[in-house]
């Protein structure tokens, strides 16, 4: 197994449509194509943003994540997580994290006690507790000692996504066209 950073273009879409959907559920209404889009056109676009994939010995990947850099450019937020479906390899998702937090600044949010659990057995051991009784947790590479080290993240205007998609009704069709194509050509290996 190993972490890779999926920066094909084509290849990263996919991947990205593909983290989202599992995130939001196929359900979900425009969340998943508004953080999509979102992603694309200002995170990816201010190259503050990284689709990370964990690949099993064959080259399938079997975890996504999104990472966002911090305003700082020191460290990155895991935003999205999800973990594939997998015959060779239990609980991918984690595994990912664990080889993340490892080797990179890494920081996480967990929202309940069952998600700090998981982090904390991926090797996130020093945590905070942060706004709405969230918990933010900072992998060893991190170089917080306290909550108010910690630089915000990037981020986008999910309304304001939304609002665009509402005004201008090529905006939600190019972003829904590359959604749709980024689902059907997700990669079996990368």
């Keep these: 197994m190993k972490v890779v950073h999926v920066k094909d273009e084509t290849q990263r879409d996919a991947c990205l449509a593909r983290l989202c959907a599992e995130v939001y559920g ?72 664990g080889e993340l937090a490892l080797k990179a600044p890494l920081r996480v949010n967990a929202q309940d006690e069952a998600q700090e659990k998981m982090f904390r057995a991926c090797g996130i051991k020093r945590w905070f507790d942060g706004p709405n009784g969230t918990r933010i947790g900072v992998s060893s590479k991190h170089a917080a000692t306290k909550l108010d ?11 304001a996504v939304i609002q665009a998609f509402k005004q201008d009704k090529s905006i939600f069709d190019g972003y829904k066209q590359r959604f749709v194509r980024g689902l059907e050509a997700f990669p079996k290996v990368l």
């Design 149 to 159: 080290d910690i630089p915000r993240t990037m981020h986008f205007d999910q309304r």
């Design 26 to 97: 196929h359900e979900a209404g425009i969340a998943p194509l508004a953080t999509f889009a979102g992603t694309l056109s200002v995170l990816v676009t201010q190259e503050a943003a990284r689709v990370l994939a964990l690949i099993d010995n064959e080259s399938r990947p079997i975890a996504l994540a999104l990472l966002v850099l911090d305003e700082m450019g020191e460290s990155m937020e895991v935003v999205l997580l999800a973990g594939l479906t997998s015959d060779t390899v239990a609980q991918p998702a984690e595994r990912l994290i």
